[in-house]
T-cell receptor, first 118, second 109 residues
Framework: NAGVTQTPKFQVLKTGQSMTLQCAQD?????MSWYRQDPGMGLRLIHY???????DQGEVPNGYNVSRSTTEDFPLRLLSAAPSQTSVYFC?????????????????FGAGSRLTVL | SQQGEEDPQALSIQEGENATMNCSYK?????LQWYRQNSGRGLVHLIL?????REKHSGRLRVTLDTSKKSSSLLITASRAADTASYFC?????????FGKGTRLSVIA
């Protein structure tokens, strides 16, 4: 039981490049989400999903795309990276019995992906 | 915008002392959770308190919730060097979990 697995752990991009941060969980969690963590800003929600085929925007969605084709995977795509997207990204999941959007359940976090955009 | 705000931003104590962190929030909630983050790692859930609960214990952790004041506190008793970490409160209403900016706790041996 690996929990939430994020890849890569570290990535350096040039401005304008694209990339995908991968997130996979093996706990059959319906709810998955992406946060970014910046110094002094805490964690801010980017996108979330309450189940396969369903995604929604969080507090800071601009510049990021997501999809949820399977229960296990929730990739985060940066289409044209900008220096403002330099951050540590965390994927988190939880069990949601009735696809509620409240996020009331306890989140299990991945180890994080540190992205630097030059 | 962040819902929860932790106070203080940073706290430094001696091993064996108690550490108290506070969290204030703005809107009504279903529950409030506390998480810990060790340097360079992901967040780990510590404890959840529901809106109809006033106090909850888990080992050396004690959490209180005052919905009339929209505030919560996390008390860590008999702190250890291994408790050195950042602590975040997260609130849940009808939206996904919203995290505060965290309290950075340093426990000096």
């Amino acid at each position: 039981n690996a929990g939430v697995t994020q890849t890569p752990k570290f990535q350096v991009l040039k401005t304008g490049q694209s990339m995908t941060l991968q997130c996979a969980q093996d706990m059959n969690h319906e709810y998955m989400s992406w946060y970014r963590q910046d110094p002094g800003m805490g964690l801010r929600l980017i996108h979330y999903s309450v189940g396969a085929g369903i995604t929604d925007q969080g507090e800071v969605p601009n510049g990021y795309n997501v999809s949820r084709s399977t229960t296990e995977d929730f990739p985060l795509r940066l289409l044209s990276a900008a220096p403002s997207q330099t951050s540590v990204y965390f994927c988190a999941s939880s069990y949601s019995r009735n696809r509620g959007r409240s996020g009331a359940n306890v989140l299990t976090f991945g180890a994080g992906s540190r992205l630097t955009v030059l | 915008s962040q819902q929860g705000e932790e106070d203080p931003q940073a706290l430094s104590i001696q091993e064996g002392e108690n550490a108290t962190m506070n969290c204030s929030y703005k809107t009504s909630i279903n529950n409030l959770q506390w998480y810990r983050q060790n340097s360079g790692r992901g967040l780990v859930h510590l404890i959840l308190i529901r809106s109809n609960e006033r106090e909850k214990h888990s080992g050396r952790l004690r959490v209180t919730l005052d919905t009339s004041k929209k505030s919560s506190s996390l008390l860590i008793t008999a702190s250890r060097a291994a408790d050195t970490a950042s602590y975040f409160c997260a609130t849940s209403g009808n939206t996904p979990l919203v995290f505060g900016k965290g309290t950075r706790l340093s426990v000096i041996a």
